[in-house]
Nanobody, 123 residues
Framework: QVQLVESGGGLVQAGGSLRLSCAAFGRSFSRYNMGWFSQAPGKEREFAAAINWRGANTVYGEFVKGRFTVSRDVAKNAVYLQMNSLKSEDTAVYYC????????????????WGQGTQVTVSS
């Protein structure tokens, strides 16, 4: 089993940057693909980015391409989401998730979820 704890959210002006972190607790963290999802009020949870268990492959949602970067540090049991050029429409709760198998840009591909961290972008 894997437990996930996100941090790094906050309030930032449009055009600014934030770096989200996700700490993972569990013996098999290195074998899991890791994903980031965002959920704005009243909207479905949306895929943002993912990285495979080896850290060799990354996938991005259309709304973050060219602005967000996902990375992982297996030694630290952590995954990160560097968010640049933030827009007001990026305002949402961001969730970290862990899954096995192939990397998929959808909620169904992940078995474990964190509690989320709020990101608010002011215009």
């Amino acid at each position: 089993q894997v437990q996930l704890v996100e941090s790094g959210g906050g309030l930032v002006q449009a055009g600014g940057s934030l770096r989200l972190s996700c700490a993972a607790f569990g013996r098999s963290f290195s074998r899991y693909n890791m994903g980031w999802f965002s959920q704005a009020p009243g909207k479905e949870r949306e895929f943002a980015a993912a990285i495979n268990w080896r850290g060799a492959n990354t996938v991005y949602g259309e709304f973050v391409k060219g602005r967000f970067t996902v990375s992982r540090d297996v030694a630290k049991n952590a995954v990160y989401l560097q968010m640049n050029s933030l827009k007001s429409e990026d305002t949402a709760v961001y969730y970290c998730a862990a899954g096995r198998g192939i990397v998929v840009p959808a909620k169904d591909g992940y078995d474990y979820w964190g509690q989320g961290t709020q990101v608010t972008v002011s215009s």
